[in-house]
């Protein structure tokens, strides 16, 4: 949702007391969206750790718990969709508390969902990272794997005698 950095439009014929309603329960949403959004953020500092640990199985586990934090996120979005479609009406009923309540948490939901998606990345390119050392090291065994292969079935061959006695 974008900051409704314009709290003062001039108010459509809405009736005013649903409008306040409406300002009320945005912000409830708006703050319920924030904890979410803080919720998520804790579980991306947690899986951060788990990528520079390697703990695949414990990671997994993590990525579940945060898929059904980003599915509530997307059902609050689809809650807060008739308010920002109204957007202008409702802020022209807000007080300046109220605008300044609202802007505050949209910013700091802003600025979380930017911190989660610049870790994100760090985290990808960690992964990347460790998905070409672990690429490396699996060729290098099979290399290594193949010549002590080559080695071995040199050793059970048998040898041409080349210093045979003519005799017998």
Do not use: F
């Not at 500092?45 to 996120?73: C, F, N, S, T």
Request: glycine share 4%.
């Amino acid at each position: 949702m974008t900051r409704p950095d314009d709290c003062t439009s001039p108010p459509v014929n809405q009736n005013p007391s649903s409008l306040a309603d409406d300002a009320d329960a945005l912000s409830q949403l708006i703050a319920q969206q924030l904890k979410l959004y803080n919720a998520l953020s804790t579980l991306v500092d947690q899986q951060h750790e788990l990528v520079d640990q390697g703990a695949a199985d414990q990671l997994l586990a993590l990525l579940g718990k945060r898929q059904r934090i980003v599915d509530d996120l997307a059902m609050m979005d689809s809650d807060l969709s008739p308010y920002k479609a109204r957007w202008p009406q409702i802020a022209a009923e807000l007080n300046q508390a109220q605008c300044d309540s609202i802007n505050s948490m949209l910013e700091q939901a802003r600025d979380l969902l930017n911190g989660i998606i610049d870790r994100d990345n760090q985290d990808r390119q960690t992964l990347q990272t460790q998905k070409s050392r672990v690429g490396d090291e699996l060729s290098r065994v099979t290399h290594s794997g193949a010549a002590r292969q080559a080695y071995q079935s040199s050793e059970q061959r048998p040898a041409d005698n080349v210093c045979t006695n003519q005799q017998g």
